[in-house]
């Protein structure tokens, strides 16, 4: 179980464009998503956290306006990239929290790699 | 803000060895999760802790909650080729809103030549 997915697991766009990415928890609910960018041999550095029929909540330093959260229900989040550019080009991973007995656990997505050209 | 400090941040290892990576922080940990990924894949959990002092395994894979709450360790026995990949440990600070997860800088495990 504990099972995380995202679509698309690449995708290559235009400058200006707009690219949606979905992550879903398939096996349980998740109250709780994150979003995380990754630059190459470097660690996770959390984008926002999404919190399923509120707003998300962002990190110092991302743009809401330019990466748009929706968690319409409790096992989809969704993650716009507004008007990318070349430097919005990296690897995005969403996570879904789990919480069993009172513990919690965090599974992650297999990741989107977004090239803006 | 809480940082974890993982070492080392790269070493070789030679099928059969075990190896051994740990991750101290100066802010108190009420979790502690361990982590590895290949390249171009999300993070897979390995092991996770939760009581300080706890001591799991998962198959060749051994992870310590430390007694101190600021510390994890994380050792790999008979290292096989496929154990290749950067391990990141990662937790909630005790005092971390919204129980957000701070990420170590990662293990990355090669394979000697």
């Known amino acids: 179980g504990a099972v995380v997915s995202q679509h698309p697991s690449w995708v290559i766009c235009k400058s200006g464009t707009s690219v949606k990415i979905e992550c879903r928890s398939l096996d349980f609910q998740a109250t709780t998503m994150f979003w995380y960018r990754q630059f190459p041999k470097q660690s996770l550095m959390l984008m926002a956290t999404?919190?399923?029929?509120?707003?998300?909540?962002?990190e110092q330093g991302v743009e809401k306006d330019k990466f748009l959260i929706n968690h319409a229900s409790l096992t989809l989040s969704t993650l716009t990239v507004t008007s990318a550019h070349p430097e919005d080009s990296s690897f995005y991973i969403c996570s879904a929290r789990r919480i069993a007995g009172g513990l919690y656990e965090q599974y992650f997505g297999p990741g989107t790699r977004l090239t803006v050209t | 803000g809480q940082q974890l400090n993982q070492s080392p941040q790269s070493m070789f290892i030679q099928e059969g060895e075990d190896v051994s990576m740990n991750c101290t922080s100066s802010?108190?940990?009420?979790?502690w999760l361990w982590y590895k990924q290949d390249p171009g894949e999300g993070p897979v959990l390995l092991i996770a802790l939760y009581k300080a002092g706890e001591l799991t395994s998962n198959g060749r894979l051994t992870a310590q909650f430390g007694i101190t709450r600021k510390d994890s360790f994380l050792n790999i026995s008979a290292s096989i080729p496929s154990d290749v990949g950067i391990y990141f440990c990662?937790?909630?600070?005790?005092?971390?809103?919204?129980?957000?997860?701070?990420f170590g800088g990662g293990t990355r495990v090669l394979v000697k030549p």
């Open positions: 802010s108190i940990f009420n979790t």
């Open positions: 999404s919190n399923e029929g509120s707003k998300a909540t962002y």
């Open positions: 990662a937790g909630p600070a005790i005092k971390a809103a919204g129980n957000k997860l701070t």
